[in-house]
C-alpha cells in the first residue's frame, strides 16, 4: 500500500506513480499499482524522465493511426459502473501539457469513438473539455469552453479530479480543478439514466478513426494518476490536492 504523502487513503482501487521506486522500479514497460491490488499498467511507448514522469510525445494522429504513446489501465478500477461502484468512483491526475497538440489531446480513453475524455483546447469549435461516456454515442458528462472548465499553461503541473458520485440522487459528476469545483452534471440526463458510466482502458492515447476524426494522443507528462472506489468529499479532494502540491507546483 502507498505511504507516501498524507492523501486520502480510503478505498484505493489503483494508483500508478513512477517517481516512486516501488511504481517503477528504473527500467521496463510496467508500471506497479501502488494500491495492493495488483493493477499494474504497462507502457506503450511512454517513458519516463529523471523526475519518475511518464513522457509523452504526441505522436498519435486524429485517425488512431497511430495511437500514440499511452498506458494500459485496469477496467475493474477505472470503471464507473452503478452496478459495481454503487458507493461511487474517483479519478485524480496530476498532469502537464507540454504543447497545444493543435487538434485535441486524449487523455483517459475506451475505445476510438466513444467512450473518453479530451482536452480540446485549441480546437476550433470544440474548445475545453470533451467526453463521451460508454453507452450512449455523443452523450456528455461534461465538456465546454476554456473559461468554464479551466485552462493551465504549457508546461505548468495541474491536477484534475473527477468525481463520479453513484451514491447520490441524480448520480453527478463533479470536476475540480487543483481543489476546486468548476462543474458538474447528472449522469441520468441520457438514454440510459440508470445504467450510463464511462471506462478508460488507456491514459494517452488517441481517439479517433478513420471515420471519426477526434483528437490527437496526449503530448505531455502524468506524474501520479490515482483512482478510489468511492465518492470523495470536496474536502477530501482538497486534502489530496495539497498534499502533492509541493511536488508538482
Not at 500500500?1 to 522500479?25: C, H, R
Given at each position: 500500500?502507498?505511504?507516501?504523502?498524507?492523501?486520502?487513503?480510503?478505498?484505493?482501487?489503483?494508483?500508478?506513480?513512477?517517481?516512486?521506486?516501488?511504481?517503477?522500479?528504473g527500467s521496463g514497460t510496467t508500471i506497479f499499482d501502488l494500491s495492493g491490488n495488483d493493477r499494474n499498467s504497462t507502457s506503450n511507448g511512454a517513458s519516463i524522465d529523471s523526475e519518475g514522469n511518464l513522457v509523452f510525445e504526441g505522436q498519435g494522429e486524429r485517425d488512431g493511426s497511430p495511437l500514440g504513446d499511452y498506458i494500459s489501465l485496469n477496467t475493474t478500477a477505472m470503471t464507473t459502473s452503478p452496478s459495481s461502484k454503487p458507493d461511487g468512483v474517483t479519478y485524480s491526475m496530476w498532469m502537464v501539457f507540454d504543447s497545444n497538440q493543435s487538434q485535441g489531446h486524449g487523455i483517459l480513453v475506451g475505445s476510438s469513438t466513444i467512450n473518453h475524455l479530451e482536452w480540446r483546447g485549441t480546437v476550433t469549435g470544440g474548445s475545453g473539455w470533451r467526453t463521451e461516456a460508454r453507452l450512449q454515442n455523443g452523450y456528455s458528462f461534461g465538456g465546454g469552453s476554456e473559461s468554464s472548465y479551466g485552462y493551465h499553461s504549457i508546461g505548468e503541473w495541474f491536477n484534475l479530479s473527477l468525481v463520479f458520485a453513484n451514491d447520490e440522487s441524480g448520480r453527478p459528476v463533479r470536476w475540480y480543478m487543483d481543489g476546486v469545483e468548476f462543474y458538474s452534471r447528472s449522469m441520468e440526463l441520457g438514454n440510459n439514466p440508470s445504467t450510463e458510466y464511462f471506462v478508460p482502458s488507456r491514459f494517452g492515447s488517441a481517439t479517433g478513426s478513420s471515420n471519426y476524426l477526434y483528437a490527437q494522443s496526449f503530448y505531455g507528462r502524468l506524474g501520479n494518476l490515482t483512482v478510489y472506489d468511492r465518492t470523495l468529499t470536496e474536502t477530501e479532494v482538497q486534502q489530496n490536492y495539497n498534499a502533492f502540491k509541493s511536488r508538482f507546483v
Open positions: 500500500m502507498f505511504t507516501g504523502p498524507n492523501i486520502v487513503q480510503d478505498e484505493i482501487a489503483l494508483m500508478l506513480d513512477p517517481g516512486n521506486s516501488k511504481s517503477y522500479p
